[in-house]
């Protein structure tokens, strides 16, 4: 997980902002794991495990994919 | 800089082992002996009890302040990743003793390269997990 390679991206930023601006610390109580968490999926420095991904997606009521892709760099 | 609770207990026990354990060391080294004795072994229980009344106050201080006590799946990751880097230190410096107790006489060397190493591995557990949760896990 992460090592700062990950092939792993999100858009988790722009769907929070799409959302109403929600904070980071609104998601992350929502998904039930720590702002700083939030903060380190944003900025790919740590993928989350696959039920905190589908938390993730659920909040924003979109597909897995939508929020993640996974692509070679 | 924004630190969650679990940042700032790590914090809170980087520094209050460097200073009860550095103030050991500093006092007790110096009059290296062949034995340790009974006076380092006060200066010891003396670094132990100092250690943890700090980090219990500090906890409670924390606590207060930081309502958000609570940890998640990251936090745990790399938790295990520190212990697991601490492991090698500590593996390292068992062997180390054990060759250091084959090779000198009395126990005071024995029981600081033991004891100086425990410390590192814990500071080695708690630095890394402070970098990883500042770089990513």
């Not at chain 1, 700062?4 to 930023?13: L, Y």
């Not at chain 1, 998904?31 to 993928?47: D, F, H, L, P, W």
């Not at chain 2, 295990?80 to 180390?96: D, E, I, P, S, W």
């Amino acid at each position: 997980m992460g090592k700062g390679g990950s092939h792993i991206t999100n858009d988790i930023r722009a769907l929070r902002f799409h959302r109403g601006q929600m904070t980071q610390q609104e998601l992350a109580d929502r998904v039930g794991v720590t702002r700083q968490t939030v903060n380190a999926i944003e900025g790919n420095k740590y993928s989350p495990s696959l039920e905190v991904a589908l938390r993730i997606s659920r909040v924003f009521d979109v597909p897995l994919e939508r929020v993640f892709q996974y692509g070679e760099r | 800089m924004n630190l969650s609770f679990h940042e700032k207990s790590l914090w809170l026990m980087f520094v209050s082992l460097v200073g009860c354990f550095g103030f050991y060391f500093a006092t007790v080294l110096p009059a290296k002996g062949v034995d340790v004795m009974p006076y380092q072994m006060a200066s010891f229980v003396l670094a132990v009890v100092v250690l943890a009344v700090m980090q219990v106050i500090g906890h409670i201080v924390i606590a207060i302040v930081d309502r958000r006590t609570e940890t998640d799946e990251r936090d745990r990751l790399i938790e295990l990743k520190g212990r697991r880097n601490a492991g090698y230190v500590l593996a390292t410096g068992v062997f180390l003793a054990l060759c250091v107790a084959l090779l000198t006489k009395g126990n005071f060397v024995f029981a600081h390269v033991l004891l100086g190493f425990w410390v590192l591995a814990q500071l080695v557990e708690i630095g890394s997990q402070l970098v990883m949760l500042r770089r990513g896990a």
